[in-house]
Each structure stands twice: as C-alpha cells, then as structure tokens.
C-alpha cells in the first residue's frame, strides 16, 4: 500500500543554519504530496504541497520539489529561526478516492539560539 | 472564526466510560476526516464522511461509531473506554473535488487520556 518515509528526528539546529528533512514515498498513480507543521500544543497545518511532478511548494521561506523519478519530496529551508521549532510532516494523498491523507512519522526540529 | 473547532479541547476519563468529541468546520466542505495521533506522534486516519455518508472506514474497533448529522458536524463516539484509546484526536474537513487532492484543514485536537 501507500506509504511515507520521512528522516528520523530530533534535527536540532542553530538559528540560520539549514534545513533539509528527507521525505520518500511509495504509492501507486500520481500522488499528491504535502509538508504540515505542528507547533507544540496546536494542531497541523498546511506548510506547502505540490500536486504534480516537478511542482515546487513555497511558504514562508521553506521550499520542496516533487521528484517524481526519486519519488521524494523533502523540505528544505535556508536560514532557520528558533520559531521554526516544531514537529514536521510528509504526507501524500492518493490519486483517486477521497483525499485519504496518509502521514509519514513526523520529525522533531528544535532551534536553538 | 475558526475553521475547524472541535469541544472538548481536553479530556480525561476512567477505563469503561464512554465519551463523544465533537467536530465543527465552517468552511462549507463537504468531507470531514477523523485521525488519531498515537504519543509518539503518529498519525493515522480513522474514518472519513462525504455529505454524511460513511467513504473511509479504516481498520478501528468498533467501539469508535462516527456520527454525521450535517455536512458541517462529524462526532466521535467512543464506548468501553481503554487505556490505549489515550491519544490526540485530530478533526479535518476538505471539499472533494474530482481528479483533484484539496488541502485538508485540520481541528485543534481533542487530548483524551484514559485512566
């Protein structure tokens, strides 16, 4: 079935170093693919998706492109900010059906000052 | 105004109880999800409903029953509390559009730890 792999955490960074968290995934057809974030304590919400091959998704400076032929979709952000300090998810939704968002496990980044 | 609220915001019962959480969107979509999110953080669909007709029905005891009055409503009514029921419960909704993945919006989470 449809899968994501995302890198293990904690990722812990100083301020304005860079961000890359590896995100692959497995799935038939042409997923959707998507980063949520979760700051502590509070729900998702949507970083940024791409719908099709090559698309990149961009919001508040953090970046991903869809690579179909490595099939991966990892997160990358080239100055981050202690505020960035919260748990990231990949996630795909399968071509087809009902928008049935399938997560990967989530990695912890701490920012420290 | 919130998009997706859901009530209570915390709960905290014994084994055995049954509990309800509540889910509301204004957002005018037509899908609404249930996911759990286990304590180390992963997330895993429950059941989704598409103009109140039941469209996911992921492998959950059937002690968990949905309930969708509305388009804008999805409850989670849980029987015979467990221990391992502990867990944030996420409320989404999105708008189903053909051929097409629209975002999800998720809720706040519902924190339920049974005792």
């Known amino acids: 079935g449809d899968s994501v792999t995302q890198m293990e955490g904690p990722v812990t960074l100083s301020e304005e170093a860079f961000l890359t968290i590896n995100c692959t995934y497995t799935?038939?057809?042409?997923?959707?693919l998507f980063w949520y974030v979760q700051y502590p304590g509070e729900g998702l919400q949507l970083l940024l998706k791409?719908?099709?091959?090559?698309d990149k998704g961009s919001n508040k400076g953090f970046e991903a492109t869809y690579r179909k032929e490595t099939t991966s979709f990892h997160l990358e952000k080239g100055s981050v900010q202690v505020s960035d300090s919260a748990v990231y998810f990949c996630?795909?939704?399968?071509?087809?059906?009902?928008?049935?968002?399938?997560f990967g496990a989530g990695t912890r980044l701490a920012v420290h000052p | 105004d919130t998009a997706v609220s859901q009530t209570p915001k915390y709960l905290v019962t014994q084994m055995g109880n049954d509990k309800s959480i509540k889910c509301e969107q204004n957002?005018?979509?037509?899908?609404m999800y249930w996911y759990k999110q286990d304590s180390k953080k992963f997330l895993k669909i429950m059941f989704s409903?598409?103009?109140?007709?039941?469209?996911i029905n992921e492998t959950v005891p059937n002690r968990f029953s949905p309930k969708s009055p509305d388009k804008a409503h999805l409850n989670l009514h849980i029987n015979s509390l467990e221990l391992g029921d502990s867990a944030v419960y996420f409320c989404?909704?999105?708008?189903?559009?053909?051929?097409?993945?629209?975002?999800?919006?998720f809720g706040p989470g519902t924190r339920l730890l049974v005792l």
């Open positions: 989404a909704s999105s708008q189903v559009v053909s051929g097409s993945s629209e975002t999800q919006y």
């Open positions: 799935a038939t057809g042409y997923p959707s």
């Open positions: 791409a719908t099709k091959a090559d």
């Open positions: 996630a795909l939704s399968a071509s087809g059906g009902y928008n049935k968002l399938i």
């Open positions: 957002l005018g979509h037509d899908t």
């Open positions: 409903y598409n103009n109140k007709e039941l469209i």
